[in-house]
């Protein structure tokens, strides 16, 4: 792998190498900083989504070891500062009390109208991704298949399956973004089976 001069990720071949290379030492870096596994490798897929799809405006003239750890260190900071400011956010706008109860209650009408609207709009949300964005996720979501069976199912690599993931992932928390604490408490309720 080169690790220093001009680096042009001109092929798909060498980006997956560079991926192969420093996927796991990278999740390990986010991972000492988020404390949390699958928010480690999401922020390390989003590094190397954000690496590919500025493959040909890119120039990275050092070490792209210590340019790869300092973009997850960057993102893994920006997750733990934003995830500091929404909570805060959170516990200023909403009356914890009420809303609870209107979420948790099965019996009161408003909980069930938000229910259904955020359903309504998590479908919308699904339907706009790409066919095969689309497919990739619902096997995933609905089937509960693992990113190696699909990527046996539909006779492609792991690796593009996440890098659909991610152009998923990213796309619903975009257009979900303004419904994500409605989103939490209705998965929180689904999780506890109330």
């Not at 120039?59 to 900071?77: F, G, M, Q, T, W």
């Not at 500091?84 to 609870?100: G, I, Q």
């Not at 419904?179 to 109330?194: D, I, Q, V």
Request: charged share 30%; aromatic share 8%; glycine share 2%.
């Amino acid at each position: 792998m080169q690790e220093s001069g001009d680096l042009r990720l001109n092929s798909l071949a060498t980006f997956e190498k560079l991926f192969d290379s420093y996927y796991s030492m990278l999740c390990l870096v986010a991972y000492d900083m988020v404390k949390s596994k699958h928010l480690a490798e999401e922020i390390v897929d989003d590094v190397f989504f954000n690496l590919w799809q500025k493959r040909n405006s890119i120039e990275i003239n050092k070490s792209i070891r210590a340019y790869l750890v300092r973009s997850v260190k960057n993102r893994s900071i920006n997750w733990l500062e934003q995830t500091k400011t929404e909570r805060l956010v959170m516990a200023n706008t909403y009356d914890v009390s009420l809303f609870d109860e209107i979420i948790w209650d099965n019996e009161y009408p408003l909980g069930n109208l938000l229910e259904k609207e955020l359903r309504k709009k998590i479908n919308e949300a699904v339907m706009t991704l790409p066919e095969h964005c689309r497919q990739i996720f619902l096997l995933n979501r609905n089937e509960d298949l693992t990113y190696e069976e699909i990527a046996d199912k539909l006779s492609i690599s792991v690796n593009t399956v996440k890098t659909q993931m991610k152009i998923a992932l990213a796309r619903l928390r975009e257009a979900l973004k303004d419904y994500l604490p409605l989103l939490l408490l209705l998965l929180l309720k689904n999780k506890e089976g109330l």
